[in-house]
C-alpha cells in the first residue's frame, strides 16, 4: 500500500514539475505597439427634438367602480383600456361618470387590483 502511495505522489511530483518546466522555457511575449488606423471626421447633423411627452396623454372615457378586492374606481378609455388611477379625487369617484383626464404612466408600479396600467391623474374633467 505505501509502494502505491509512494508511486502516485512520485508520478504527480514529476508531472507538475513537468509543466512547470514548460512555462519557465516560454519565450516572453514581445508587445506589439498599437495599430494606428487613420479616422476620418464625420460631422453628424443634430437631430430634431420633439417636445411632447409619451408618458402623458389627453383621454375621454368612464369612471367605473369594480368590487373585487374590497373595491376601488377604474377609469375606462373608450376605446377600451382600463387604467388602475393612484390618485383620483374623491369628487370623481362616481360610478358611470364620463369624463375627460390627463395620465402619466406610474412605470415600475405593481398593484393589488390587476386591472390595467396604474396611473397618476394629472389632470381631470366631467364631460357633459
Known amino acids: 500500500m505505501k509502494r502505491a502511495f509512494l508511486a502516485i505522489s512520485f508520478t504527480a511530483l514529476l508531472i507538475g514539475l513537468a509543466g512547470c518546466d514548460k512555462k519557465d522555457r516560454a519565450e516572453p511575449q514581445k508587445e506589439q505597439p498599437p495599430a494606428v488606423t487613420e479616422q476620418k471626421a464625420v460631422k453628424a447633423e443634430p437631430k430634431p427634438v420633439k417636445q411632447e411627452k409619451k408618458d402623458e396623454q389627453m383621454i375621454t372615457g368612464t369612471v367605473r367602480y369594480v368590487s373585487l378586492e374590497g373595491g376601488f374606481y377604474e377609469l375606462v378609455a373608450d376605446n377600451g383600456e382600463k387604467y388602475d388611477p393612484a390618485n383620483l379625487p374623491t369628487e370623481y369617484k362616481q ?31 366631467k364631460l357633459e
Open 95 to 125: 360610478d358611470g361618470l364620463r369624463v375627460k383626464f390627463q395620465i402619466k404612466e406610474k412605470s415600475g408600479m405593481v398593484g393589488i387590483h390587476m386591472r390595467g396600467k396604474i396611473v397618476e391623474v394629472i389632470q381631470i374633467e
